[in-house]
């Protein structure tokens, strides 16, 4: 498979060193909206200007697209899906009905194949959702992230006046994963389910009352949750919060029996200590299948819903079948 990155922050390192990992693919570009000359990929690809792109319309199989969900992939997914079979981790979920039509008809007219919103959520969680309620058709799910730093959370807390750098860190409450996990069906609440940690790193005499109060009541980011704001210096944070771990669970539970009388619990776990590199090795994986899809003539919009689970691995189905069924 000819693969292609299409833009190069954590998210395409991420994908130019898992296609690398992948004896099936070759990476063999990456295009940036940056000055190529200034990206010096450690596998030492070739990198090319946007632009550019349009001189590989038959010499990608999957262009892999690594850009934001706020601004970038709204328009930049329906818009390559004309001329490429394109991928992406789009995980607006509110926004995902909208994003996949405009993808889809995009994909549609054009003979190509585009999947979006693979990750791990949307993605493989998703995916564990849809398998536990399967199984467990009068259960009851439950989504936990964290303990993991929120790259959105801590953009935005940056963006507040007097603000030089911050980390927000997702972190479960214990007492509400032991509830679920009990199989006692919790009703929770959003302040109940996770709090939110703030490490922030102030200019000098900035007002740090006012900076707390704003980052506490701000909509849609913290004001529903329980929040600590910590203040720390620059050499603290890049001492101790440059990494992006992350992680979380999807927990069903639900009953069985004719009296309903035995307890079920699923739960799917991750742990990560690269939440890019993850979700980067999740779009090689996808990248893969929808290729295979591709050639059986496959075309439109898809999500990890629509994919089997054959066309995701490098094996064949008889090597799937002797060593992983």
Same mark, same amino acid.
């Given at each position: 498979?000819?693969?292609?990155?299409? @833009?190069?922050?954590?998210?395409?390192? @991420?994908?130019?060193?898992?296609?690398?990992?992948?004896?099936?693919?070759?990476?063999?570009?990456?295009?940036?909206?940056?000055?190529?000359?200034?990206?010096?990929?450690?596998?030492?690809?070739?990198?090319?200007?946007?632009?550019?792109?349009? #001189?590989?319309?038959?010499?990608?199989?999957?262009? $892999?697209?690594?850009?934001?969900?706020?601004?970038?992939?709204?328009?930049?997914?329906?818009?390559?899906?004309?001329?490429? #079979?394109?991928?992406?981790?789009?995980?607006? &979920?509110?926004? $995902?009905?909208?994003?996949?039509?405009?993808?889809?008809?995009?994909?549609?007219?054009?003979?190509?194949?585009?999947?979006?919103?693979?990750?791990?959520?949307?993605?493989?969680?998703?995916? #564990?959702?849809?398998?536990?309620?399967?199984?467990?058709?009068?259960?009851?799910?439950?989504?936990?992230?964290?303990?993991?730093?929120?790259? +959105?959370?801590?953009?935005?807390?940056?963006?507040?006046?007097?603000?030089?750098?911050?980390?927000?860190?997702?972190?479960?409450?214990?007492?509400?994963?032991?509830?679920?996990?009990? @199989?006692?069906?919790?009703?929770?609440?959003?302040?109940?389910? &996770?709090?939110?940690?703030?490490?922030?790193?102030?200019?000098?005499?900035?007002?740090?009352?006012?900076?707390?109060?704003? $980052?506490?009541?701000?909509? #849609?980011?913290?004001?529903?949750? !329980?929040?600590?704001?910590?203040?720390?210096?620059?050499?603290?944070?890049?001492?101790?919060?440059? +990494?992006?771990?992350?992680?979380?669970?999807?927990?069903?539970?639900?009953?069985?029996?004719?009296?309903?009388?035995?307890?079920? /619990?699923?739960?799917?776990?991750?742990?990560?200590?690269? !939440?890019?590199?993850?979700?980067?090795? /999740?779009? /090689?994986?996808?990248?893969?299948?929808?290729?295979?899809?591709?050639?059986?003539?496959?075309?439109?919009?898809?999500? /990890?819903?629509?994919?089997?689970?054959?066309?995701?691995?490098?094996?064949?189905?008889?090597?799937?079948?002797?060593?992983?069924?």
């Amino acid at each position: 498979m000819k693969i292609a990155v299409y @833009g190069y922050g954590n998210l395409g390192r @991420g994908v130019e060193c898992a296609v690398q990992k992948s004896p099936d693919m070759e990476l063999i570009g990456i295009f940036t909206r940056r000055a190529p000359e200034s990206i010096k990929p450690r596998s030492g690809v070739p990198v090319y200007k946007n632009d550019e792109l349009v #001189n590989f319309k038959d010499k990608i199989d999957v262009l $892999i697209l690594c850009g934001g969900s706020a601004t970038d992939l709204p328009e930049m997914t329906p818009a390559l899906a004309k001329d490429f #079979n394109v991928l992406d981790s789009f995980d607006t &979920h509110a926004a $995902i009905p909208g994003h996949f039509a405009r993808v889809d008809e995009a994909a549609a007219s054009s003979g190509h194949i585009a999947l979006i919103s693979a990750g791990w959520d949307p993605g493989m969680f998703s995916i #564990n959702r849809l398998y536990a309620s399967a199984i467990l058709p009068n259960g009851k799910d439950y989504t936990f992230w964290g303990r993991g730093v929120s790259q +959105g959370h801590s953009d935005a807390i940056r963006r507040i006046k007097g603000v030089v750098d911050a980390r927000q860190y997702t972190v479960p409450v214990p007492e509400a994963l032991d509830a679920v996990r009990s @199989g006692s069906n919790p009703a929770l609440t959003t302040r109940d389910k &996770h709090t939110r940690e703030c490490y922030v790193v102030a200019e000098e005499g900035a007002d740090l009352v006012r900076i707390e109060r704003e $980052i506490k009541e701000m909509p #849609n980011y913290f004001a529903d949750y !329980n929040t600590s704001v910590t203040f720390i210096t620059m050499e603290e944070l890049k001492r101790d919060h440059m +990494g992006i771990p992350h992680g979380g669970a999807v927990i069903t539970t639900g009953r069985t029996g004719w009296e309903n009388e035995n307890t079920h /619990v699923i739960e799917y776990k991750l742990k990560l200590d690269s !939440n890019p590199e993850f979700t980067s090795s /999740v779009l /090689v994986a996808f990248a893969r299948a929808i290729d295979k899809m591709h050639k059986r003539g496959v075309t439109g919009c898809k999500t /990890v819903f629509d994919v089997a689970p054959v066309d995701l691995s490098p094996l064949s189905p008889e090597e799937l079948r002797a060593h992983m069924l």
